[in-house]
Protein backbone atom coordinates (compact mmCIF):
# COMPACT_ATOMS: atom_id res chain seq x y z
CA UNK A 1 0.00 0.00 0.00
CA UNK A 2 1.63 3.34 -0.70
CA UNK A 3 1.33 6.03 1.90
CA UNK A 4 0.60 9.54 1.05
CA UNK A 5 2.77 12.18 2.62
CA UNK A 6 0.97 14.75 4.53
CA UNK A 7 1.41 18.30 3.70
CA UNK A 8 4.61 20.15 5.29
CA UNK A 9 3.09 22.33 8.09
CA UNK A 10 3.84 26.25 7.00
CA UNK A 11 5.65 26.75 10.30
CA UNK A 12 7.56 23.83 9.44
CA UNK A 13 8.22 25.37 5.83
CA UNK A 14 9.52 29.18 7.81
CA UNK A 15 11.53 26.94 9.64
CA UNK A 16 13.37 24.47 6.75
CA UNK A 17 13.97 28.00 5.25
CA UNK A 18 15.23 30.26 7.76
CA UNK A 19 17.11 27.66 10.31
CA UNK A 20 20.40 28.01 7.30
CA UNK A 21 20.33 31.13 7.41
CA UNK A 22 20.24 31.68 10.94
CA UNK A 23 24.02 32.29 11.45
CA UNK A 24 24.25 34.24 8.98
CA UNK A 25 21.33 36.85 10.23
CA UNK A 26 23.05 36.15 13.74
CA UNK A 27 26.15 37.35 12.59
CA UNK A 28 24.83 40.32 10.86
CA UNK A 29 22.38 41.26 13.80
CA UNK A 30 25.55 41.31 15.89
CA UNK A 31 27.52 43.78 14.28
CA UNK A 32 24.74 45.70 13.61
CA UNK A 33 23.89 46.16 17.83
CA UNK A 34 27.15 45.13 18.92
CA UNK A 35 25.56 43.06 21.64
CA UNK A 36 24.93 39.07 22.01
CA UNK A 37 21.51 39.33 23.45
CA UNK A 38 20.08 42.47 21.63
CA UNK A 39 21.33 40.55 18.28
CA UNK A 40 19.40 37.69 19.37
CA UNK A 41 16.39 39.54 20.12
CA UNK A 42 16.61 41.32 17.45
CA UNK A 43 16.40 38.04 14.92
CA UNK A 44 13.52 36.43 16.81
CA UNK A 45 11.80 40.07 16.64
CA UNK A 46 12.25 39.77 13.49
CA UNK A 47 11.51 36.48 12.59
CA UNK A 48 8.00 36.60 14.64
CA UNK A 49 7.28 39.34 12.31
CA UNK A 50 7.72 38.10 9.14
CA UNK A 51 5.94 34.72 9.68
CA UNK A 52 3.22 36.66 11.35
CA UNK A 53 2.82 38.64 7.70
CA UNK A 54 2.29 35.13 6.07
CA UNK A 55 3.95 36.21 2.97
CA UNK A 56 5.49 33.36 1.32
CA UNK A 57 9.47 33.35 1.40
CA UNK A 58 9.66 30.60 -0.91
CA UNK A 59 8.82 33.05 -3.96
CA UNK A 60 11.41 34.80 -3.30
CA UNK A 61 14.23 35.92 -5.83
CA UNK A 62 17.43 36.49 -3.36
CA UNK A 63 16.08 35.65 0.36
CA UNK A 64 19.46 36.43 1.30
CA UNK A 65 19.33 39.85 -0.15
CA UNK A 66 15.63 40.18 0.81
CA UNK A 67 15.99 38.97 5.29
CA UNK A 68 19.37 41.50 4.56
CA UNK A 69 16.69 44.66 3.77
CA UNK A 70 14.07 43.51 6.77
CA UNK A 71 16.73 43.03 9.39
CA UNK A 72 17.96 46.00 8.82
CA UNK A 73 14.96 48.23 8.97
CA UNK A 74 14.21 46.07 11.90
CA UNK A 75 17.40 47.61 13.52
CA UNK A 76 16.92 51.22 12.46
CA UNK A 77 13.43 50.97 14.05
CA UNK A 78 14.16 49.36 17.35
CA UNK A 79 17.58 51.53 17.54
CA UNK A 80 14.77 54.94 16.92
CA UNK A 81 12.59 53.25 19.16
CA UNK A 82 15.59 52.74 21.87
CA UNK A 83 14.33 49.39 22.26
CA UNK A 84 18.10 49.25 23.68
CA UNK A 85 20.92 50.46 23.85
CA UNK A 86 23.37 50.44 21.48
CA UNK A 87 25.92 48.94 24.10
CA UNK A 88 29.23 46.92 23.39
CA UNK A 89 29.63 43.51 24.77
CA UNK A 90 32.75 44.04 26.62
CA UNK A 91 34.70 41.13 28.77
CA UNK A 92 34.11 37.51 28.64
CA UNK A 93 32.17 37.52 25.97
CA UNK A 94 34.95 39.66 23.59
CA UNK A 95 37.08 37.30 25.02
CA UNK A 96 35.16 34.25 23.48
CA UNK A 97 35.22 35.85 20.31
CA UNK A 98 38.63 36.68 20.12
CA UNK A 99 38.82 33.15 21.02
CA UNK A 100 36.72 31.64 18.22
CA UNK A 101 39.45 32.86 15.93
CA UNK A 102 42.89 32.04 15.59
CA UNK A 103 45.06 34.39 16.62
CA UNK A 104 48.34 34.76 14.71
CA UNK A 105 50.73 35.67 16.80
CA UNK A 106 50.14 32.97 19.54
CA UNK A 107 51.42 35.01 22.94
CA UNK A 108 49.00 35.89 25.66
CA UNK A 109 50.68 39.38 25.25
CA UNK A 110 49.27 39.58 21.94
CA UNK A 111 45.46 37.90 22.69
CA UNK A 112 45.50 40.83 25.05
CA UNK A 113 46.34 43.76 22.51
CA UNK A 114 43.93 42.24 20.23
CA UNK A 115 41.50 41.83 22.19
CA UNK A 116 41.65 45.40 23.75
CA UNK A 117 41.83 46.58 19.86
CA UNK A 118 38.60 44.95 19.21
CA UNK A 119 36.91 46.26 21.68
CA UNK A 120 37.64 49.83 20.84
CA UNK A 121 36.76 49.22 17.35
CA UNK A 122 33.64 48.11 18.50
CA UNK A 123 33.00 50.79 20.17
CA UNK A 124 34.30 53.41 18.04
CA UNK A 125 31.90 52.01 15.13
CA UNK A 126 29.01 51.92 17.97
CA UNK A 127 29.54 55.47 18.33
CA UNK A 128 28.54 56.25 14.66
CA UNK A 129 25.15 56.87 14.12
CA UNK A 130 23.12 54.21 13.07
CA UNK A 131 23.13 54.86 9.52
CA UNK A 132 26.39 55.30 9.28
CA UNK A 133 26.99 52.13 11.75
CA UNK A 134 24.94 50.28 9.44
CA UNK A 135 27.34 51.04 5.95
CA UNK A 136 30.52 50.32 7.66
CA UNK A 137 28.84 47.13 8.89
CA UNK A 138 27.54 46.02 5.14
CA UNK A 139 29.97 47.27 3.25
CA UNK A 140 33.34 47.23 5.09
CA UNK A 141 32.28 43.82 7.37
CA UNK A 142 29.64 41.77 5.32
CA UNK A 143 31.49 43.05 2.14
CA UNK A 144 28.46 43.78 -0.11
CA UNK A 145 29.26 46.65 -2.64
CA UNK A 146 27.22 50.15 -2.46
CA UNK A 147 25.45 49.00 -5.58
CA UNK A 148 24.35 46.04 -3.93
CA UNK A 149 23.36 47.85 -1.04
CA UNK A 150 21.09 50.65 -2.86
CA UNK A 151 18.17 48.57 -2.43
CA UNK A 152 18.77 47.47 0.84
CA UNK A 153 19.11 50.47 2.64
CA UNK A 154 16.95 51.92 -0.33
CA UNK A 155 18.96 55.27 -0.37
CA UNK A 156 20.83 56.30 -3.62
CA UNK A 157 23.81 55.94 -4.45
CA UNK A 158 25.05 59.00 -4.17
CA UNK A 159 24.08 59.31 -0.51
CA UNK A 160 25.35 55.95 0.58
CA UNK A 161 28.87 57.39 -1.23
CA UNK A 162 28.87 60.21 1.44
CA UNK A 163 27.70 58.20 3.78
CA UNK A 164 30.44 55.82 3.75
CA UNK A 165 32.95 58.67 3.32
CA UNK A 166 31.78 60.19 6.07
CA UNK A 167 31.40 57.08 8.58
CA UNK A 168 34.65 56.31 7.67
CA UNK A 169 36.50 59.40 8.50
CA UNK A 170 34.65 59.89 11.57
CA UNK A 171 36.04 56.02 12.48
CA UNK A 172 39.69 57.05 11.36
CA UNK A 173 39.63 60.57 13.06
CA UNK A 174 38.46 58.31 16.41
CA UNK A 175 40.93 55.36 15.99
CA UNK A 176 43.72 57.46 14.65
CA UNK A 177 44.22 59.57 17.43
CA UNK A 178 45.09 56.00 19.48
CA UNK A 179 45.98 53.96 16.45
CA UNK A 180 45.34 50.27 17.02
CA UNK A 181 48.10 48.03 17.96
CA UNK A 182 48.12 46.50 14.32
CA UNK A 183 47.27 49.77 12.60
CA UNK A 184 50.55 50.73 13.86
CA UNK A 185 52.69 47.98 13.89
CA UNK A 186 51.28 47.32 9.53
CA UNK A 187 52.65 51.40 9.14
CA UNK A 188 55.91 50.55 11.44
CA UNK A 189 56.77 47.88 9.34
CA UNK A 190 56.00 49.75 5.86
CA UNK A 191 58.18 52.39 7.54
CA UNK A 192 61.72 49.90 7.55
CA UNK B 1 48.26 65.27 -13.60
CA UNK B 2 49.56 66.10 -10.04
CA UNK B 3 46.94 66.02 -7.29
CA UNK B 4 47.13 67.87 -3.33
CA UNK B 5 46.54 65.87 -0.61
CA UNK B 6 43.18 67.18 0.02
CA UNK B 7 42.14 66.15 -3.03
CA UNK B 8 43.46 63.08 -2.57
CA UNK B 9 41.42 62.58 0.52
CA UNK B 10 38.57 63.26 -1.83
CA UNK B 11 39.32 59.91 -3.55
CA UNK B 12 40.34 58.45 -0.71
CA UNK B 13 37.65 55.82 -0.30
CA UNK B 14 36.82 55.08 -4.06
CA UNK B 15 40.41 54.37 -4.25
CA UNK B 16 40.28 51.57 -0.87
CA UNK B 17 36.93 50.32 -2.50
CA UNK B 18 39.21 49.60 -6.19
CA UNK B 19 36.62 51.54 -7.69
CA UNK B 20 38.18 54.69 -9.38
CA UNK B 21 39.12 54.71 -12.98
CA UNK B 22 42.32 53.87 -14.25
CA UNK B 23 43.94 57.06 -15.17
CA UNK B 24 42.74 58.41 -11.68
CA UNK B 25 44.26 55.10 -10.04
CA UNK B 26 47.27 56.14 -11.57
CA UNK B 27 47.48 59.53 -10.15
CA UNK B 28 46.25 58.56 -6.91
CA UNK B 29 49.17 55.99 -6.86
CA UNK B 30 51.65 58.56 -8.09
CA UNK B 31 50.72 61.03 -5.41
CA UNK B 32 51.28 58.03 -2.97
CA UNK B 33 54.60 57.33 -3.40
CA UNK B 34 55.82 61.14 -3.35
CA UNK B 35 53.98 61.94 -0.02
CA UNK B 36 54.72 59.98 3.08
CA UNK B 37 51.62 61.62 4.82
CA UNK B 38 49.50 59.66 2.62
CA UNK B 39 50.92 57.12 2.01
CA UNK B 40 50.54 56.72 6.22
CA UNK B 41 46.94 57.18 5.50
CA UNK B 42 46.46 54.56 3.00
CA UNK B 43 48.29 52.14 5.21
CA UNK B 44 46.46 52.71 8.01
CA UNK B 45 42.86 52.64 6.59
CA UNK B 46 43.63 49.43 5.02
CA UNK B 47 44.96 47.91 8.07
CA UNK B 48 41.46 49.38 9.65
CA UNK B 49 40.02 47.63 6.25
CA UNK B 50 41.22 44.40 6.75
CA UNK B 51 40.20 44.16 10.92
CA UNK B 52 36.71 45.24 10.06
CA UNK B 53 36.69 42.58 8.00
CA UNK B 54 38.16 40.10 10.44
CA UNK B 55 36.13 41.33 13.49
CA UNK B 56 35.51 38.17 15.26
CA UNK B 57 31.80 37.88 16.74
CA UNK B 58 30.71 35.85 19.75
CA UNK B 59 28.86 32.26 18.80
CA UNK B 60 25.11 32.68 19.99
CA UNK B 61 23.84 31.46 23.37
CA UNK B 62 23.61 27.34 22.95
CA UNK B 63 19.65 26.85 22.82
CA UNK B 64 19.48 30.13 20.46
CA UNK B 65 17.88 28.61 17.04
CA UNK B 66 15.45 26.29 19.14
CA UNK B 67 14.33 29.67 21.22
CA UNK B 68 14.34 32.02 18.03
CA UNK B 69 11.94 29.56 16.30
CA UNK B 70 9.97 29.00 19.22
CA UNK B 71 7.61 31.23 18.93
CA UNK B 72 6.96 30.04 15.19
CA UNK B 73 5.69 26.79 15.75
CA UNK B 74 3.69 28.07 19.08
CA UNK B 75 0.36 27.80 17.15
CA UNK B 76 0.95 23.79 16.59
CA UNK B 77 -0.36 22.14 18.77
CA UNK B 78 1.55 19.84 21.09
CA UNK B 79 0.62 16.02 20.82
CA UNK B 80 1.96 14.85 23.95
CA UNK B 81 -1.02 16.58 25.65
CA UNK B 82 -3.27 13.76 24.17
CA UNK B 83 -3.29 9.87 24.46
CA UNK B 84 -3.61 8.29 21.35
CA UNK B 85 -6.36 5.83 21.09
CA UNK B 86 -7.74 3.54 17.99
CA UNK B 87 -7.13 3.65 14.63
CA UNK B 88 -9.99 3.99 12.17
CA UNK B 89 -9.73 2.80 8.62
CA UNK B 90 -11.85 4.72 6.06
CA UNK B 91 -11.72 3.06 2.96
CA UNK B 92 -12.55 5.34 0.15
CA UNK B 93 -12.08 4.70 -3.87
CA UNK B 94 -11.69 7.11 -6.32
CA UNK B 95 -13.91 6.67 -9.12
CA UNK B 96 -12.07 8.75 -12.00
CA UNK B 97 -8.86 7.77 -14.01
CA UNK B 98 -6.49 9.36 -16.43
CA UNK B 99 -7.20 6.03 -18.89
CA UNK B 100 -9.31 4.81 -19.33
CA UNK B 101 -10.96 7.68 -20.33
CA UNK B 102 -13.35 9.98 -18.82
CA UNK B 103 -16.58 8.46 -17.86
CA UNK B 104 -15.87 5.16 -16.74
CA UNK B 105 -16.95 4.93 -12.97
CA UNK B 106 -15.31 2.55 -10.81
CA UNK B 107 -17.53 2.84 -7.73
CA UNK B 108 -21.22 4.39 -7.34
CA UNK B 109 -21.65 6.87 -5.60
CA UNK B 110 -22.99 5.79 -2.20
CA UNK B 111 -19.76 7.17 0.05
CA UNK B 112 -21.32 8.92 2.77
CA UNK B 113 -19.55 6.47 6.28
CA UNK B 114 -19.52 7.04 9.75
CA UNK B 115 -17.13 7.21 12.30
CA UNK B 116 -17.03 8.22 16.00
CA UNK B 117 -14.15 9.54 18.25
CA UNK B 118 -13.31 9.91 21.53
CA UNK B 119 -12.97 13.10 23.02
CA UNK B 120 -9.87 15.29 23.96
CA UNK B 121 -7.90 11.84 22.03
CA UNK B 122 -5.81 11.68 19.21
CA UNK B 123 -6.84 8.94 16.80
CA UNK B 124 -5.75 8.23 13.52
CA UNK B 125 -8.05 7.68 10.66
CA UNK B 126 -6.55 6.34 7.85
CA UNK B 127 -8.09 7.07 4.57
CA UNK B 128 -7.71 4.89 1.60
CA UNK B 129 -7.86 5.57 -1.61
CA UNK B 130 -7.98 2.85 -4.45
CA UNK B 131 -7.21 3.96 -7.62
CA UNK B 132 -7.10 1.65 -10.91
CA UNK B 133 -3.68 3.39 -12.42
CA UNK B 134 -0.77 5.84 -11.67
CA UNK B 135 -1.65 9.35 -10.98
CA UNK B 136 0.96 11.48 -10.93
CA UNK B 137 -0.70 14.74 -9.74
CA UNK B 138 -3.85 15.07 -7.81
CA UNK B 139 -5.60 17.00 -5.37
CA UNK B 140 -6.41 16.42 -2.09
CA UNK B 141 -8.99 18.44 -0.37
CA UNK B 142 -10.06 18.08 3.40
CA UNK B 143 -12.74 19.92 5.68
CA UNK B 144 -13.01 19.42 8.97
CA UNK B 145 -15.85 19.74 11.12
CA UNK B 146 -15.54 22.26 13.55
CA UNK B 147 -15.42 20.42 16.10
CA UNK B 148 -12.47 18.12 15.20
CA UNK B 149 -9.09 19.36 14.86
CA UNK B 150 -5.68 18.02 12.67
CA UNK B 151 -3.27 17.62 15.40
CA UNK B 152 -0.38 19.99 14.96
CA UNK B 153 -2.06 22.08 12.22
CA UNK B 154 -3.95 24.58 14.93
CA UNK B 155 -7.08 25.44 14.21
CA UNK B 156 -7.61 25.19 10.09
CA UNK B 157 -10.53 23.89 8.54
CA UNK B 158 -9.26 23.40 5.25
CA UNK B 159 -6.20 22.20 3.51
CA UNK B 160 -5.51 21.10 0.43
CA UNK B 161 -2.19 19.80 -1.78
CA UNK B 162 -0.91 17.72 -4.53
CA UNK B 163 -0.21 14.22 -4.54
CA UNK B 164 0.75 11.26 -6.89
CA UNK B 165 -1.92 8.40 -6.16
CA UNK B 166 -0.20 4.90 -7.03
CA UNK B 167 -2.37 2.28 -8.56
CA UNK B 168 -3.94 0.26 -5.96
CA UNK B 169 -4.12 1.20 -2.43
CA UNK B 170 -2.98 4.80 -1.39
CA UNK B 171 -3.05 5.44 2.39
CA UNK B 172 -3.31 9.00 3.99
CA UNK B 173 -3.49 8.84 7.93
CA UNK B 174 -5.08 11.85 9.38
CA UNK B 175 -4.41 12.38 13.38
CA UNK B 176 -7.45 13.65 14.49
CA UNK B 177 -8.58 15.24 18.19
CA UNK B 178 -12.47 15.55 18.69
CA UNK B 179 -12.95 18.67 20.66
CA UNK B 180 -16.40 18.24 21.96
CA UNK B 181 -19.47 16.03 22.18
CA UNK B 182 -21.11 17.35 18.55
CA UNK B 183 -21.18 15.73 14.79
CA UNK B 184 -20.14 17.08 11.91
CA UNK B 185 -19.16 15.78 8.84
CA UNK B 186 -15.43 15.54 7.40
CA UNK B 187 -15.26 16.32 3.96
CA UNK B 188 -12.44 14.63 1.12
CA UNK B 189 -12.44 15.56 -1.96
CA UNK B 190 -9.87 14.06 -4.54
CA UNK B 191 -9.69 15.64 -8.04
CA UNK B 192 -7.23 15.09 -11.19
CA UNK B 193 -7.83 16.46 -14.44
CA UNK B 194 -10.72 18.57 -13.80
CA UNK B 195 -13.21 15.70 -12.23
CA UNK B 196 -13.47 15.36 -8.60
CA UNK B 197 -14.51 13.06 -6.59
CA UNK B 198 -16.50 14.05 -2.76
CA UNK B 199 -16.54 11.82 0.31
CA UNK B 200 -18.56 12.52 3.24
CA UNK B 201 -17.37 11.47 6.52
CA UNK B 202 -20.13 12.07 9.21
CA UNK B 203 -18.39 12.12 12.61
CA UNK B 204 -19.69 12.15 15.68
CA UNK B 205 -18.25 11.65 19.25
CA UNK B 206 -17.92 9.66 22.50
CA UNK B 207 -16.47 10.38 26.00
CA UNK B 208 -13.16 8.66 26.34
CA UNK B 209 -13.05 5.01 26.60
CA UNK B 210 -10.58 2.16 26.17
CA UNK B 211 -8.41 1.78 23.06
CA UNK B 212 -10.44 -0.16 20.09
CA UNK B 213 -10.14 -0.24 16.13
CA UNK B 214 -12.97 -0.27 14.28
CA UNK B 215 -12.04 -0.70 10.50
CA UNK B 216 -15.27 0.31 7.92
CA UNK B 217 -15.75 -1.41 4.89
CA UNK B 218 -15.07 -0.57 1.36
CA UNK B 219 -17.42 1.46 0.07
Known amino acids: ?192 | MTITCSQFKTYLDEYLDGTTSPLLTQTLEQHVSACEACRQLVVAAKSLQQQLREMPYPPPSQNFETRVLKKIHSDTVPLRRYAIAAVIVVSLMTWFALSPPVGERLVANHDVMRIELSVEQIQHIDLVFHSPVDIEQATIRLELPRHIELAGQGDKQFLQWEIALRKGSNRLTLPLIARDMSEGQLIASIGSSGKTKTFHVKVSTKLPQSSTTSVLPVV
Open chain 1, 1 to 192: MALLKFPVSRAKRFELLIRPLLPQLYRQAYRLCGHRQNAEDLVQDLLTRLYEQRRPLEDLDNIKTWLLKALYHQFIDTYRKQKFDRQVDGGAVAEEALLAIPCPLGSAEAVTERQFDQQRLMQAIQSLSAEHHAIVVLHDMEGYTLTELEPVLAVPLGTLKSRLHRARQQLRETLLKEPLTDTLRVIQERAQ
